[in-house]
Nanobody, 113 residues
């Protein structure tokens, strides 16, 4: 049974930093691509960061240079480091096993003064 459990969300001021974690189980973590997505109120879910099994990472322009995705293949944990956050980064952030129907429950990130 695949499970993905996000943590680390919260409130942060503009310009601040936050690190999200996603604890994974139920599949061969080291062999799979993973992603972070986010969904703001009344908006579609969008990709934030993607990392392959070979640890090649991709980002959309909206977060490039500010967010970093990484993975710990020993602990089966996916991370998202968020720096220089902006109010428009406010959303529920989800961990996703790419190419599967499996998503985490999400963690709220709120960026406000």
């Amino acid at each position: 049974q695949v499970t993905l459990v996000e943590s680390g969300g919260g409130s942060v001021q503009p310009g601040g930093s936050l690190t999200l974690s996603c604890a994974a189980s139920g599949f061969r973590f080291i062999s799979n691509s993973l992603g972070w997505y986010r969904q703001a109120p009344e908006k579609q879910r969008e990709l934030v960061a993607h990392i392959t099994a070979q640890e090649y990472a991709e980002y959309p322009e909206s977060v490039k240079g500010r967010f970093t995705i990484s993975r710990d293949n020993d602990k089966d944990i996916l991370y998202l480091e968020m720096h220089s956050v902006k109010p428009e980064d406010t959303a529920v952030y989800y961990c996703h096993l790419e190419g599967s129907p499996h998503w985490g429950q999400g963690t709220q990130v709120t960026v406000s003064p």
